[in-house]
């Protein structure tokens, strides 16, 4: 009876405290299964960030109660933001659910398993649900230590049975003193915390010994990281300063960070992409909108000038810089003539990667009682819009790399098992030809071919490790990257 099976909603932040949960049950003794079916505990760690993504995880749990009255056993843990949003509330519509903790409490749910499991096991009958979502002093640094080896099955000698994972998220802060207007996760994820950064450079320290060679720096607002705790030592921010420490590890050979806030662009964090070489050239910059008086009703704190002006400072440092961001279409009282602004500034940017949101009412937010909501067709048209641009330039910017040579980080096979994946500095997705013996390697790939997201090629190594030795183990290998596709929080 530990099967647990954990889903996960929403952005990476949630994948890391999923991670940081199974690890926790599993040094418990539970059994982290990956076939929802044959689970006998199951967690759903939940988004709030958009209405769509609550609905998704209550239809999910209200499935679930439904089915699991045959097994009285079975446990449904509800876990992280919509359990902080809603809390005892959701027990209205899910009155089954037997555990609902919130984002600082992450670190109780072995506790409440085992307490539900001891007292089944004694036949006592399980009364009120736990409900754990109070705000606890220092929860920021119970997320960390997640990473376990992760099995490749088929690889051959030097890379069969367990293979370390090549890239890590490590959470550097939670929490958000942001105030947007449109968004939750300061209710969610509480005020703006940050782990030491002595904590942080150890953590990484550990996974560059297990073989990691990718970090990403993982937070609400990044670029906040330590700004009450640490000063600025010659002009150099705390992040900064961090991004520094990390770059001094051996073994690490790549740093990125998600997700940063424009206002934390200043002249030391766009200098530190000139003289960092692990720090690679691809930046997700939030723009939310190109009309200042939107980004002043969302309590965003630049204008479409600076925002720019940082856009073009990352590309006069790197020229070859990648860049990605958020938008949202549709917030209240935007006009057609302030998308336009945002369509243009789209335009201008010239974004590789982007995540389009289209505004969703997020109640006990500022803009949830703003009048003049945008009907639901005129932002799926706006969606439209930008997402079509979008389109062209990733399929420009991948038609530029044919014929050029790429250093991929080789991650792991790919999801059909047959070739493999691994990304470029500027975190194009790539699938080639390889030999188990490589992931982890930096490798020169060149590109053959192209779609709107993926890029296709031949490893240039002269001889060696080529992918012919390898092709048996190839087939049967399973995959075992961990994404990191996305850049959004
Ligand atoms: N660090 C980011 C920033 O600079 O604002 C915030 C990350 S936020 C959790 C992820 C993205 O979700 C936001 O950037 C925003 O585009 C989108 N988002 C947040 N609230 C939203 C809402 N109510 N409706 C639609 N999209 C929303």
Known sequence: MNRVYIKTYGCQMNERDSEAVAAMLRARGYRIVGDENDCDIMLLNTCSVRDAAEQKAIGKAAHITHQRKKNPDFVLGILGCM?????????????????????????????????????????????????????????????????????????????????????????????????????????????????????????????AARGVKEITLLGQIVTSYGRRDYTHTNGISPFVQLIERVHEIDGIER???????????????????????????????PMQSGSNRILKAMNRPYSRERYQEIVDSLRAVRPDMYFSTDIIVGFPGETDEEFEQTRQLFEACNYDMAYIFKYSIRSGTPAADMGDQIPDEVKEHRNQVLLNILRQNSERRNAALLGTVEEVLVEGPDKTGQRFTGRTRGNRV??????????????????????VSTLYGELQLAGVDGPESSAQSQTSAQSSVSSLSGAQL
Request: some cysteine; proline content about 7%; charged content about 25%.
């Open 83 to 207: 359990a902080q949003n809603r809390g005892a509330a959701l027990l209205d519509q899910l009155p089954d659910v037997d555990l609902i903790v919130g984002t600082q409490k992450f670190h109780q749910v072995p506790d409440y398993l085992d307490n539900l499991r001891a007292a089944r096991d004694a036949g006592v009958p399980i009364g009120e649900t736990i409900i754990d979502i109070a705000e606890e002093a220092g929860s920021q640094n119970t997320i960390k230590d997640h990473l376990e080896p992760q099995a490749v099955e088929g690889g051959d000698g030097a890379a069969g049975g367990l293979v370390p994972q090549v890239n890590a998220f490590v959470s550097i802060q939670q929490g958000c003193n942001m105030d947007c207007a449109f968004c939750i996760v300061p209710k969610t994820r509480g005020d703006e915390r940050s782990r030491p950064m002595d904590d942080i450079v150890a953590e990484c320290r550990s996974l």
């Open 255 to 285: 740093i990125r960070f998600t997700s940063p806030h424009p206002r934390g662009f200043k002249e030391d964090l766009a200098a530190a992409y000139g003289r960092l070489p692990k720090l690679c050239e691809y930046v997700h910059l």
């Open 430 to 451: 790539c699938i080639f030809d390889a030999n188990p013996r490589l992931i982890g390697q930096l490798v020169p790939l060149k590109i053959e071919r192209s779609s």
